[in-house]
């Protein structure tokens, strides 16, 4: 062992003095607290560098900062108090703080009719920033549904009543004869396609909560159609009514989330993204919708 000082470049000038918006560490591993549950996350943790003459920030004290996450569930107070470290340790470099977490939440889903159920997960983001002083906090969640083409279900429709005319022309109508057509093959000559589909939110919170189980319920209600988990034979037929009951046009999805997300008290703002993958096209269908609350 000697004692020779170690070498700290960041300590340096910089060679070419210029301000950066976003410095730090992507992809870093770590474990969190959701809902009592202890999630496998990726977080993401950078600071501006507001002293362009500086060389570098010191990226082990905000990888350091992050031992807080695994230890107490996580709330935005303790995101903002994360970013507020990383602020301290970065005192006449940095004047704002960056934290991106990345996560699967898993909820446990029971089926339409079965005593059954199964996990579910869901792509979660949360993002916290601390800029000037003011603190915001965003989730993005993937929620995935089904859809059923409105316009083709009419369709379908119209060539079932065709059909209809066609094997009763002439024929007296008998109660059990068309009983018997409806549980053929003939009486669904023609069936809509339907597609699995993706709701991409990006909500601005506002309060002291992050609703994640909250705003993906309130989406899957506002849908109908969420994708399921354990499916015996009955689940599937209730899914299937649940599609046609819910049929719907990627607009009508994003006017659906519209609606439901505005009516949930901890949501300052959204932009929402409906991405219907179409079984009739090789593209697919998208909606957007983005909306404000005006203050009270
Ligand atoms: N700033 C910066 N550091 C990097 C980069 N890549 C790797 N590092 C290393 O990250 C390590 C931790 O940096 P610091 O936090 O400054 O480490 P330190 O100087 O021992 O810690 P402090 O005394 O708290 O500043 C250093 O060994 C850097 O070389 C980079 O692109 N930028």
């Not at 609606?259 to 991405?275: C, E, M, Q, T, Y």
Request: proline fraction near 4%; aromatic fraction near 6%.
């Amino acid at each position: 062992m000697n004692a020779l000082t170690l070498p700290d470049i960041a300590a340096q000038a910089s060679r070419q003095a210029l301000p950066l918006d976003w410095v730090g560490m992507c992809g870093i591993a770590l474990p969190i607290l959701i809902d009592g549950q202890r999630l496998t996350a990726t977080a993401d943790a950078g600071v501006s560098l507001d002293d362009g003459a500086a060389r570098g920030i010191h990226m082990s004290r905000l990888y350091l900062a992050l031992e807080m996450l695994d230890q107490q569930p996580l709330t935005p107070a303790l995101l903002r108090n994360v970013l507020q470290r990383f602020l301290d340790s970065h005192e006449g470099l940095s004047n704002n703080a960056y934290l991106r977490i990345h996560t699967d939440l898993l909820l446990k889903r029971p089926a339409l009719v079965s005593p059954l159920a199964g996990w579910k997960g869901y792509p979660v983001s949360i993002e916290a920033r601390l800029e000037n002083q003011m603190f915001h906090v965003e989730l993005k969640i993937d929620v995935t549904y089904s859809s059923t083409c409105p316009c083709s279900a009419a369709l379908a429709r119209q060539l079932i009543q065709q059909q209809f005319l066609d094997d009763f022309a002439n024929t007296p109508l008998q109660h059990e004869d068309v009983l018997t057509w409806l549980g053929s093959a003939n009486g669904i000559v023609a069936t809509p396609h339907s597609q699995r589909s993706s709701a991409q939110l990006h909500v601005e919170l506002q309060g002291e909560q992050l609703p994640l189980t909250d705003l993906i319920d309130t989406v899957e209600a506002a849908l109908g159609t969420a994708v399921q988990t354990a499916v015996k034979r009955a689940d599937e037929q209730a899914f299937a009514l649940a599609n046609g009951q819910n049929l719907m046009f990627c607009e009508d999805a994003a006017r659906r989330l519209n609606l439901a997300l505005k009516r949930s008290d901890a949501v300052k703002a959204f932009h929402l993204k409906v991405i219907h993958a179409e079984s009739l096209h090789a593209h697919d269908a998208v909606a957007e919708s983005r909306w404000t609350r005006h203050p009270a």
